[in-house]
């Protein structure tokens, strides 16, 4: 910590890498006091104000206290959560004790105590945290929340960079669409996947897009089902066995069809503008969503947000990785497919029981069609 800095201070929309970058400086710090009552760790969750409250005194009395031994102590105040825009963060009460806390980490002697603090999330708007950023040894992590899929891009490049691997191309975009936006899971999914890669005769380990496919499960969104990627390939066998699998383990239908709804239901508008003429499957996805966008997205008021009801609020890449698996099927097949769904859902509601039984029944009747 710079001498002329009086604390650390860790913020950030994701608690994850917040408090892993805490960890990291308070770590740091503590490497060379040996005597274990001068580190101190204190929780800042907080559900209410008399929460609040009652960390932010038992943090004055710790920053007060003189080491037994006479030596520095150090002081980590993590998971702050009432720095953030939420009824406990709002409250009159809250703002006045934070004010506190600030006049607390103004009179802070860096000589004798560091202090590290981790909040997230944070609403920056407020006085304190400018007043940090101005004062403290300041890091926001993840930047203000934009771009999310480029920070959790850069997430796990950067892990991977840590751990002496790389991704292979494509192989970063498909991992951000199996696992979604838990960080958390995508860095322990990047080790995972940077140890079966390995390196060999002195090459860099490169993690593969089929590493990803073969090792990584589907958390993000149900398009990730088994069945779907059977079913959407064309291959029948493939999507009875892997019905099959999916029932034998307990599971129901209903996922199951709103999977391959969603998934031809993007697959009918990339059809659609295929025959069109507005973009076409290549190498790095949909080539030409973005210019088809102003021409064609005003028609999808009250869907702005991503859905697979609005193409363009897909990810180009990810649109053509599930379009591109296999031979796109003609917009008469998807029209069919969507009907089927429609009456496998009613005949399931009818037979409950034979559920396993609609869906295969359903399956070889769509596959089945030359």
Known sequence: MPDDRPFVFVCGADDFLVNRLGKARYDELT???????????????????GEVESALNRFRESVQTVSMFGGKRVVWLKDVNFLADTVTGRAESTLKLVEDLQEILAAVDPAQVAVVITAAPIDRRRAFPKWCEKTADFTLVGGDGDGAAESLAGVILAEARELGVSFGEGAAQLLLAKVGANTRLL?????????????????AALIEEAHVAELTANTAEGDFFEAAEAFFAGDLPWTLAALHHHFFTGGDARPIISALQNRNRILIQVRALVDAGEVRLGPRGLDGLAKAAPTYGRHFVGAGEK?????????????????????????RRLIDNQREFIRAFEEIVQRPDEQEEVLREMAVRCLSVA
């Open 31 to 49: 490497r060379d006091v040996t005597d274990e009552f001068a580190r101190e760790v204190i929780s800042g969750f907080a559900n209410n104000v």
């Open 187 to 203: 860095i322990e999914e990047t080790r995972k996947l940077a140890t079966f890669a390995g390196g060999a005769d002195g090459k």
């Open 307 to 331: 859905s697979s009801f609005n193409l363009f609020s897909q990810n180009a890449w990810y649109v053509g990785k599930l379009a591109g698996g296999a031979k796109l099927p003609p917009l």
